[in-house]
């Protein structure tokens, strides 16, 4: 697989990201381990593209207790938590393999048995993803699904400054908004907040700013079914998630 997902734009914001993101990967486990569900780990690995802070490993290691798992992630400072994760916990250090840098250095078999790509396809472009989708159609294993998902928002616009999720951790309160600019036709670029407080207090914030590709529904199925893939809409309608499987399985 050859993708590649850019700087490290997570340099800053990264101490904040596993906190923050927890709730919402409480809703992700679901889908994902639905999307898991038929996956044979005798077909190969499972890999996480732009596994982040480790979440997505957690639940791809809570859906397959038996898969080894190859973690891809190329911001440095996510990578730094993703590792401590997974070298806390002897199961995880013996099964998940963390890749470091793009998809293109990443040492991969020539058959997965499931990809895992939760919460990145806005890092690529329409070229990107294009290598991406034809990708997914060369190492998938008959039948093995790809599992993505769409967020918002899915065409370039503006949003007002939106409140995205808050956390507790010992005397502090972390909470994280941000609004999104129009920069292109298909692209957005979000101001993030990032606010660390003890109780009325202040005591850390951080504002950070970072690009995202927008993408429809519409456009996705497009997309897919050129590399021969199909896409089958799994959860919610809100969750925007997909399973992708090559359309002769």
Request: aromatic share 6%; proline share 6%; charged share 20%.
């Amino acid at each position: 697989m050859t993708v590649a997902l850019g700087a490290d734009e997570y340099q800053r914001s990264a101490e904040y990201v596993d906190v923050l993101l927890a709730e919402h990967w409480r809703e992700l486990e679901p889908l994902v381990a639905a999307g898991l569900r038929d996956v044979s780990p005798a077909a190969g690995p499972v890999v996480d593209v732009g596994a982040g802070t480790g979440r997505g490993v957690l639940a791809i290691v809570s859906a397959l207790p038996d898969a080894e798992i190859i973690a891809v992630e190329p911001s440095a400072a996510m990578r730094a938590v993703l590792m401590a994760r997974v070298c806390s916990d002897d199961d995880l250090r013996r099964r998940v393999t963390v890749s470091a840098g793009e998809l293109s250095t990443a040492r991969l078999p020539e058959r997965v048995s499931a990809v895992v790509a939760m919460n990145m396809i806005g890092h690529l472009d329409r070229n990107a993803r294009r290598t991406f989708w034809s990708a997914l159609a060369a190492r998938l294993a008959p039948g093995a699904p790809a599992l993505v998902n769409l967020q918002p928002p899915a065409e370039a616009v503006e949003i007002p400054e939106t409140p995205m999720a808050e956390a507790a951790v010992g005397r502090y309160t972390y909470r994280g908004s941000g609004r999104a600019v129009p920069t292109g036709a298909d692209r957005v670029t979000w101001h993030m907040t990032y606010q660390v407080l003890d109780g009325d207090v202040t005591v850390a914030e951080d504002q950070v700013s970072y690009g995202w590709w927008v993408l429809s529904e519409a456009q996705l199925l497009d997309e897919v079914a050129a590399a021969g893939l199909r896409a089958d809409s799994i959860g919610p309608d809100a969750a925007g998630a997909y399973v992708l499987r090559t359309v002769d399985t």
